[in-house]
């Protein structure tokens, strides 16, 4: 079974930036990632995905020009680089991983880490 923990949330201010981490326990190449948050008293929603390639990748609307979605295949890892954070990114930021061969999306995701706290505020 494939073990995901993420790394690298903290406290920001507003305009500030922070790069997430995902890491595996396997190879974490082998999957499509998805980086996923939750803010209190809100549901689950879908940041930012990668392929198993890397060649494609998608961002919510809500992140797009701000965040970015790359693999380090040296580090085993897949990271979410934040920019311009305001308020409204506050979540609990998960990574998620299925095996697809191509392509990624937000949905059918199997395995789940434990998620890191982002909080942006002044």
């Known amino acids: 079974q494939l073990q995901l923990v993420e790394s690298g949330g903290g406290l920001v201010q507003p305009g500030e930036s922070l790069t997430l981490s995902c890491a595996a326990s396997?190879?974490?190449?082998?999957?499509?990632i998805g980086w996923f948050r939750q803010a209190p008293g809100k549901e689950r929603e879908g940041v930012s995905c990668?392929?198993?390639?890397?060649?494609?990748?998608n961002y919510a609307d809500s992140v797009k020009g701000r965040f970015t979605i790359s693999r380090d295949s040296a580090k085993n890892t897949v990271n979410l680089q934040m920019m311009s954070l305001n308020p409204e990114d506050t979540a609990t930021y998960y990574c998620?991983?299925?095996?697809?061969?191509?392509?990624?999306?937000?949905?059918?995701?199997?395995?789940w880490g434990k998620g890191t706290l982002v909080t942006v505020s002044s």
């Open positions: 998620a991983a299925v095996l697809r061969n191509s392509g990624c999306g937000f949905s059918g995701m199997v395995y």
């Open positions: 396997g190879f974490i190449s082998t999957y499509a």
């Open positions: 990668i392929s198993r390639s890397g060649r494609v990748t």
